[in-house]
């Protein structure tokens, strides 16, 4: 079992940022890749962006390139998302992931989550 906290979520004005943790407990060596996800009300749960744990290598959802940067610390099983230039449509619940396949970028291949993180950015 591995469980996620996050922290870090809040209210900011369109344009900020806001850092993002997730520090992973238990059995943390079969999380090869760590995600984000978010979930706005009444839509789905979407892919923000996941990392590697081997080497380091992150991708983004479109909506995100440019602004958010995803990073790790192994040794302190701590995943972060940098979020810059934030916008009133990156409003959600934030929700750290972790699973076994690298690059993914579903949530179906993610089996474990955190309790999330709520992030508000007013206009």
């Known amino acids: 079992q591995v469980q996620l906290v996050e922290s870090g979520g809040g209210l900011v004005q369109a344009g900020g940022s806001l850092r993002l943790s997730c520090v992973a407990s238990g059995r943390t060596f079969s999380t090869r890749a760590m995600a984000w996800f978010r979930q706005a009300p009444g839509k789905e749960r979407d892919f923000v962006a996941t990392?590697?744990?081997?080497?380091?290598?992150?991708y983004y959802a479109d909506s995100v390139k440019g602004r958010f940067t995803i990073s790790r610390d192994n040794a302190k099983d701590t995943v972060y998302l940098q979020m810059n230039t934030l916008k009133p449509e990156d409003t959600a619940v934030y929700y750290c992931?972790?699973?076994?396949?690298?690059?993914?970028?579903?949530?179906?291949?993610?089996?474990?989550w955190g309790q999330g993180t709520q992030v508000t950015v007013s206009s």
């Open positions: 990392i590697t744990r081997n080497d380091g290598s992150a």
């Open positions: 992931a972790a699973g076994p396949i690298p690059t993914a970028q579903s949530r179906g291949l993610y089996n474990y």
